[in-house]
């Protein structure tokens, strides 16, 4: 069986670690926080209400936005765009609206309907969930893979 470590509990790595998860069954996915608490940096997005993402549709558009990546994001945003983000959460159940500036936000205005909605999705996938171990260093081994030091 293969041993997937995702570093790092906040959205990209759980995200990581549920994309993993799913697109393998032959594997175990186990994500490391360092810190007491998985996804801090979302529970206070959007003044607590997470802003799940903003309602440009089109990837050209976004990708715009950001002048010093705007070659190397439109590939990414492509493959999962602002309308597949919507998707995804609202697939899983979370509800979503759109404000007048574009900022999109569940509708419980609380950012805990989206921790929970990541945190339930992974333990559902099978992922098993570390806090206070953070990963302190990982070597190359010859034949592949690493080794890692908690």
């Known amino acids: 069986m293969t041993e997937i470590v995702i570093v790092g509990g906040g959205a990209a790595g759980f995200f990581a670690a549920i994309a993993a998860a799913r697109a393998d069954g032959n594997c175990q996915v186990s994500l490391f926080e360092r810190s007491s608490q998985f996804l801090s940096k979302v529970r ?69 309907t989206v921790i929970d909605c990541l945190v339930q999705e992974a333990k559902a996938s099978g992922v098993r969930l570390f806090i206070r171990k953070g990963v302190e260093s990982a070597r190359l081994r010859t034949h592949g893979g690493f080794d890692l030091k908690l």
């Open 44 to 112: 206070i997005s959007g003044g607590g209400r997470c802003n799940v993402t903003h309602a440009l549709f089109d990837p050209r558009m976004f990708t715009t936005r950001y002048p010093r990546g705007e070659r190397e994001l439109n590939s990414p945003f492509h493959r999962f765009s602002a309308d597949d983000t919507v998707g995804w959460f609202e697939a899983r159940g979370v509800r979503l609206k759109r404000e007048e500036d574009g900022r999109v936000f569940p509708v419980t205005d609380s950012s805990a």
